[in-house]
C-alpha cells in the first residue's frame, strides 16, 4: 500500500506569495495530521482532522495559516502571505481509529515539504 | 500539558557499538502511548516502535529495545551493534489513548545518532 504522499517536496518562493501544500493520506486513515519541522521549535503539530472535520487548529500559528480537508483523500495547507519565518519543513501524517476504546494511534508520516520562503 | 524530554542532543559512536537513548516524559494521562521515530538523513519520518502505558513488559525487535518504566516516566531506547544505517535523528514522542485524544502526538527535542564506520 503506498504511504501518505506529500507534494511538492520541495518549494521555495518569494515573500509574499502563496503557498499550497499537499497531502494524499494512507486509504482508510481517518485522522490527518499538519506538523511543522524547525531547528528553533522541533516537530509541532498545526492541525488535524478526523473525519474530514477539523478538531483541533490551535497550533495553526497565525490567520496567514489555513487548511481544508474537502474529502478523505486529500488534503491542503496554505499560506497567504508566506514570510521567511515560515522556512521549515512541513509534515502530513495519518492514522486510523482502532476503535473498541482505544484509537490505534500509530501516525504514518509522508516524506515532508522543504519550503524555503525567500 | 504533555512534555517529553530527550536531553542528549547528539551521541557519536563507533560501529558495532551499543547505542542508548534517553527519553523522559510528562502525563497527566493515566493511559497513554509512547512511540520512538527515526528521522534518516533523507529526512523522512519513520515509526519505531510504540508501547502502551498499561503494559511495562519491555521487548526486543531484531537489534531494537526499549526498556519503559511507569515510576519513572522514561522510555529509553537501544539500539545493540550499532550499524552506519542507524545515523539518524530519533524522536521520542507521547500520545493519549482515549478515543476523543485525537491521536496527538507531542515529540521530544530528538537525539541525533551518528555512527562511524
Known amino acids: 500500500d503506498a504511504g501518505v504522499i506529500q507534494s511538492p517536496r520541495h518549494e521555495v518562493t518569494e515573500m509574499g506569495q502563496e503557498v499550497t501544500l499537499r497531502c494524499k493520506p494512507i486509504s482508510g486513515h481517518d485522522y490527518l495530521f499538519w506538523y511543522r519541522q524547525t531547528m528553533m521549535r522541533g516537530l509541532e503539530l498545526l492541525i488535524y482532522f478526523n473525519n474530514n472535520v477539523p478538531i483541533d487548529d490551535s497550533g495553526m500559528p497565525e490567520d496567514r495559516f489555513s487548511a481544508k480537508m474537502p474529502n478523505a483523500s486529500f488534503s491542503t495547507l496554505k499560506i497567504q502571505p508566506s514570510e521567511p519565518r515560515d522556512s521549515a519543513v512541513y509534515f502530513c501524517?495519518?492514522?486510523?481509529?482502532?476503535?473498541?476504546?482505544?484509537?490505534?494511534?500509530?501516525?504514518?508520516f509522508g516524506a515532508g515539504t522543504r519550503l524555503s520562503v525567500l | 500539558a504533555q512534555k517529553v524530554t530527550q536531553a542528549q542532543t547528539e551521541i557519536s559512536v563507533v560501529e558495532k557499538e551499543d547505542v542508548t537513548l534517553d527519553c523522559v516524559y510528562e502525563?497527566?494521562?493515566?493511559?497513554?502511548?509512547l512511540f520512538w521515530y527515526k528521522q534518516p538523513p533523507s529526512g523522512e519520518l519513520v515509526f519505531l516502535i510504540r508501547?502502551?502505558?498499561?503494559?511495562?513488559q519491555n521487548e526486543i525487535s531484531g537489534r531494537y529495545s526499549w526498556n519503559f518504566q511507569k515510576s519513572t516516566s522514561s522510555f529509553n531506547f537501544t539500539i545493540t551493534a550499532s550499524q552506519v544505517v542507524d545515523s539518524a535523528v530519533y524522536f521520542c514522542?507521547?500520545?493519549?489513548?482515549?478515543?476523543?485524544?485525537?491521536?496527538?502526538?507531542?515529540f521530544g527535542g530528538g537525539t541525533r545518532v551518528l555512527v562511524k564506520p
Open positions: 508501547r502502551n502505558s498499561f503494559d511495562e
Open positions: 514522542a507521547l500520545s493519549e489513548a482515549g478515543r476523543t485524544a485525537g491521536n496527538k502526538l507531542t
Open positions: 501524517a495519518s492514522s486510523l481509529d482502532g476503535g473498541q476504546g482505544l484509537a490505534k494511534n500509530i501516525q504514518y
Open positions: 502525563t497527566r494521562d493515566t493511559t497513554y502511548y
